[in-house]
């Protein structure tokens, strides 16, 4: 029975250039015998939920679902900002709940089951919604994904600072993300060469995939083992808030960190807008819908894993970068936006771009998980990481909509431009943050 042992903490060893899998720096002894065990079911959990997360996306799937039934146009609006929102907004106020369980993983399973039965419910409207009562029904089922991503983002946080240490997270991170490229570059590669079957069918078992992703994750989670910690933080709504703003008062590097934070909401308003450009020139054609999924699995690929490593060393740098490259993105699109129709007359240009975005938008989610997990204490972390998301849910609706009115009067070449200028903000602002690791 031991050599599989050896093999898992040699291969464990290798992955994150640990010479010695039981030094650890933040975790109990308990929790460090485990940790590559629970490294590699953290891995394969996460491997599931960002595929879903990537076949069930409010950026490039689900707006072709709305096209395919018939829904109504200015419904795709809402998509994004119901996404984001619906998962970070109401993270206060479940932390206080969180916090007064020993075990925390119960939560990340329910989360996890929560949104596979949405994407199995996205796939059946996919197959059988149509107009305007489907497109009402899609969005009412990703305002549940979403609230229940948002309880499984909070727990899984909380878990992974109890059962992996320091300077091991982005480093697991990087290579989950990496292998959920490759795997959403297989379902890029099927939608290109099964394009001429039919949208409806094709798109359902995208969800139908998605819901697996989130089987996958629920199963991987039940069976981490997690050290049973303090639960003295368990507290009502109004006294987790209370306990919120005296973070936000007293605690300088936290306030700087959710500024920072919410300047870099523009790599992720710029996305949809980057797939728009390029559905202008493709239609709802799923072939271009496979070339964005590819490069964006591609993207990922390559990304993850690199800026994992950088955020372990230094994830207030890859913060900074991450916003410098989401300027340089949002300048050309802005660019291919006034450029003449017939240099720009194909989705490729476009795809290149989202490529790019989707690489700078992954160091910007990295560094800043990775900080804010390093950041807090084992005590608060679940608090901090829940106010936090709980402030940019509220940013992500008014930044959103305020985005959308200035695409409409300006455009979107505008609008990337003012992101761009929002991205070099972002990074002076990162820029003033402590180094944690």
């Not at 399973?109 to 409207?125: D, E, I, M, T």
């Not at 379902?187 to 079957?197: E, N, P, Q, T």
């Not at 697996?212 to 629920?218: H, R, S």
Request: charged share 15%; with cysteine; hydrophobic share 55%.
């Amino acid at each position: 029975m031991a050599a599989p042992e050896i093999s898992q903490t040699r291969l464990y060893e290798r992955l994150t250039g640990d010479e010695d899998s039981r030094m650890c720096k933040d975790i109990p002894d308990e929790a460090c015998q485990e940790q590559p065990r629970n490294f590699f079911l953290h891995l394969m959990a996460s491997l599931g939920n960002k595929l879903a997360d990537e076949l069930a996306s409010a950026r490039l799937v689900l707006p072709w679902l709305l096209g395919a039934i018939g829904a109504p146009v200015w419904m795709v609006g809402l998509l994004v900002p119901i996404r984001e929102a619906g998962a970070l907004l109401p993270q206060v106020f479940v932390a206080g709940f969180i916090r007064g369980r020993p075990e925390r993983k119960g939560v990340w399973v329910a989360g996890a089951l929560l949104q596979a039965l949405a994407a199995a419910a996205l796939a059946l409207l996919a197959w059988f919604g149509q107009g305007g009562l489907g497109g009402a029904l899609v969005l009412a089922v990703l305002v549940m994904l979403s609230l229940a991503r948002g309880l499984s983002s909070i727990a899984t946080k909380d878990v992974l600072g109890k059962t992996i240490a320091k300077r091991r997270r982005g480093t697991l991170m990087g290579w989950s993300g990496s292998l959920a490229g490759a795997a959403t570059l297989a379902a890029g590669l099927v939608l290109m060469i099964f394009s001429d079957r039919p949208g409806e069918l094709a798109l359902a078992a995208l969800l139908g995939v998605a819901a697996l992703g989130w089987g996958v994750n629920a199963l991987c989670a039940t069976r981490i083992h997690e050290v049973p910690g303090a639960s003295e933080g368990g507290d009502s709504i109004a006294s987790t808030l209370r306990e919120g703003l005296r973070l936000l008062r007293q605690d300088r590097t936290f306030r700087y960190f959710n500024l920072s934070r919410a300047l870099l909401l523009s790599s992720a308003l710029a996305l949809p807008y980057v797939a728009l450009l390029g559905q202008r020139q493709s239609g709802a054609e799923l072939g271009d819908l496979g070339v964005l999924v590819i490069v964006s699995g591609l993207a990922g690929m390559v990304a993850s894993p690199l800026w994992g490593k950088r955020a372990d060393d230094s994830s207030r740098r890859v913060m900074r970068l991450a916003a410098l490259g989401t300027a340089l993105c949002c300048a050309a699109g802005a660019l291919l936006a006034w450029l003449p129709l017939s240099w720009t007359a194909s989705v490729w240009p476009y795809a290149g771009l989202y490529a790019l975005l989707v690489i700078v938008h992954a160091g910007a989610r990295l560094g800043r998980k990775t900080y804010v997990v390093d950041l807090a204490g084992a005590e608060d972390r679940a608090l901090y990481v829940a106010l936090s998301n709980t402030l940019t849910g509220v940013l992500m609706l008014i930044v959103g909509a305020l985005a959308g009115a200035l695409a409409q009067w300006l455009g979107s070449g505008a609008l990337l431009l003012a992101l761009g200028a929002t991205s070099l903000a972002a990074a002076a602002s990162a820029q003033r943050l402590p180094e944690v690791e």
